[in-house]
C-alpha cells in the first residue's frame, strides 16, 4: 500500500510542478523543456489525467535542474545589492515546492528553527512536510513566557540587536534544521546556531532561499554543518 501512495504522492506532486510553471511560462516554454506536448500538459494541469510514475518524475527532477532556477530569477529583485524575496515567499504553491526540494536534502530533522517574519512561511511549511515541530526566534520578549535562550546578533557594522526563543523550546540533543528567507552577513544564522549550542541540540544543517555565496562557505567553515541555498549570489 506504501508502494501505491507514495507513487500518488509523486504524481500529484509534479501536477503541482507545472500548475505552479504554468503561472510563469506559456505552453510553448515548457513542452520542450519537458518534451511533452501542449495538449498534454495542459491535461494534466487541468487534472484530466495524471502521469505516470516514471513521467512525473522527470516532470519533478527537470522543475528541479533546470526550471526553478529560471522561476527564482523571475521572481527575485535585486536592488542595488538589496534582495527582494517577497514574491517568493507570497507564492504558497511556489513555497510548498521549495519545501519539498528541502525535505529531499536534509532528511532526519527533529524540529525547525526559524526568525520571524519573513523566515516563517517557508519554515512552517518545510516542518509540515517533515511532521515536526516549529521554533520562532522573536526580536522582543514574549509576554506569558518566563524562561528565554537570549541570543546577541551582531551586524557587520557593529551594530547588534537581540533574539529570544522559550528556555526549554530546543531540546538536548535534538535535530535542528535553521531555515531563514535570505542570508546576507550571516548574522541570524549565526544567532539561532548559537541557541542551538546554548540549548545543547544539535544543528544539522541550515537553508535559505538565498544567500550569498561567501557568506555560506564562511558560515559552513565556522559551524561544519552544510549551508544551502535554492539562489546563490
Known sequence: MSGKLDSLRLKLISVEVLRVLKKEFSYDELSPVFNLSPSLLSQYINGRILPSTERAREIINKFHETLLPKLLDRKLKLTNGVVDVSKIISDTQLLSLVASVVVEEFSEVEKVLTVETDGIPLAVLIAEKI???????????????????E???VFPSGLYSYLYL???ILKPDEKILVVDDIIRSGATISALLDACKIAKANPIG??????MRSTVNKLTQLYKIPVKALKYI
Request: glycine share 6%; proline share 3%; hydrophobic share 50%.
Open 206 to 211: 541550515a537553508f535559505a532561499l538565498v544567500a
Open 151 to 153: 541570543i546577541k546578533r
Open 131 to 149: 511532521g515536526v515541530d516549529i521554533a520562532i526566534a522573536k526580536h522582543r520578549k514574549e509576554i506569558g513566557v518566563r524562561d528565554f535562550i
Open 166 to 168: 522559550p528556555k526549554n
